[in-house]
């Protein structure tokens, strides 16, 4: 049996039996310190649609953090028939197998993988929105195979051509919050140049990308964090207008929160948000419908605090605002976005890169939101 030890490459193209990977077993979810464990595994074969990735790094992103815990659902019972999860849904690596339908990639060619799967055959996936197709899940989250591994297996339509001018760890940093952030705010909210665009979690991972792409559109950021370091790091990608989340306690009801749609104003010349950008939920979502400017638009994707959100409904049907859900995006709009990447219009903001063997670490910072920006993971790509 080949074993692919850490630290060696094979000759492109040939695959060992096993391979070195993080894997969350249903015995030990729970905080990723804990959940996460090197395993050698077996390096799954392909499908003719599908493709084997050699992982040069892997993007820390929050969906490995409800993962590892489990909760609110167990990744076991998404893929029932592998019993084991390996996590991860960024990449960047060099294809390595592709199976007997792929045309469009060749074995040696870098990539960049977007994380959305879907069936490829029914009418939402030809001429529809593959992300209103009935098999859509997002992988290395709902399936299996996932970045945090030798090797990754995904679907043929997932990859899209690495930007050469960034290092493996920085390709391999942006894809899911990018590609995340465009769809919400460009197909989703349909941003417009001059809109005022209230951003949560401005300095975290799809912060980061809401505020360079409002840039990009002509709109104005307000960028919420919750540290001067946080508010350095918005400054640099354009915010102008700032808040430091922890001059509020959002908790404390309407009042607090009119508080805050008041900083707003200050801050806006009186205007009130077009856009709230929303991923943390039930803390912030009370706020966010109250601040939203009549005919205003809560575009949201998330609950990094809590799923069940309640809120003053009268503010949303006085005023006419609408809610917004939104998931990840579909191969046309990852494409695009990409393209940005590749033309400069918008950088990586790649804060921290780990070894391999600290991945769970990683994780725990996201966990406990001692990060920002975006982390990576070297796998494949050597230590410097
Ligand atoms: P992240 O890097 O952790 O950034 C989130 C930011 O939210 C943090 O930087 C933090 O910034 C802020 N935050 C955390 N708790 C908060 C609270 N109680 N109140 C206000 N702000 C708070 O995570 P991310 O990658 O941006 O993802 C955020 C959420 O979106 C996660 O729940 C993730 O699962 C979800 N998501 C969904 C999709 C999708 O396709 N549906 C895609 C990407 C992400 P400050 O402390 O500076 O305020």
Redesign the pocket.
Known sequence: MKTLELGTTPSLGEVPDTMKAFVIRADREGEPKDAMRVEDMPIPDVGPNEVLVLVMAAGV???GI?AARGKPVSTMKMHPDEPFHIAGSDAAGIVWKVGSAIRRWKVGEEVVLHCNQSCRECPECNGGDPLACEQQK?WGYETNWGSFAQFCKVQGQQLLPRPKHLTWEESASYG??LF?AYRMLMAQAQVKPGDNVLV????????VFAIQLCKLAGARPIA????DD?ARLVQELGAEMIIN?NEFDLSKGPAESRRFGKKIRELTGGEDPDIVFE???Q??FPTSVLVAKRFGKIVI?????GYELTFDVRYLWMRQKRIIG???ANTHQAEIANRMMIEKKIRPVLDQVFEFEDTPRAHQL?AD?K??GKMSIRVQTPRP
């Not at 994707?301 to 605090?305: K, L, R």
């Open positions: 992103n929050f969906n409800w997002i899911l919050t995340t949560w979690g401005a300095s975290g991972g799809l912060g919420v964090v919750s540290g946080k989340r991923h943390v939920g803390y912030t994707c998330g609950a990094t605090s939104s998931h990840f996201m939101n990060h920002k």
